[in-house]
């Protein structure tokens, strides 16, 4: 089992920045990819950003550019930097990682961008 826990979450203004960070837990050893989701109101969730054990990145159109993926091997942990936010990218945000066994989930973060 992994256990994930997000934080940095928060209000923000339009073109404002924001970090947020995912740590892991327990079999951490066993992860490989560890990413980001958001889920917007009444819309499905999508992934915003991958990052491989190698360091290797991929990134939705919507946020290449501005967002930046990377991980603290050491310390389990993946964060997210969010720069020049539009109110586009209010979402819950999720951060994941991929075992051998299954994908885990965190219990997910808010950012709102206010216009």
């Known amino acids: 089992q992994v256990q994930l826990v997000e934080s940095g979450g928060d209000l923000v203004q339009s073109g404002g920045s924001l970090k947020l960070s995912c740590a892991a837990s327990g079999s951490s050893r066993t992860i490989s990819t560890m990413g980001w989701y958001r889920q917007a109101p009444g819309k499905q969730r999508k992934s915003v950003a991958t990052i491989t054990s190698g360091g290797s990145t991929d990134y939705a159109d919507s946020v290449k550019g501005r967002f930046t993926i990377s991980r603290d091997n050491a310390k389990n942990t993946v964060y997210l930097q969010m720069n020049n936010m539009t109110p586009e990218d209010t979402a819950v945000y999720y951060c994941?990682?991929?075992?051998?066994?299954?994908?885990?989930w965190g219990q997910g973060t808010q950012v709102t961008v206010s216009s």
């Open positions: 994941y990682c991929n075992t051998a066994v299954r994908r885990f």
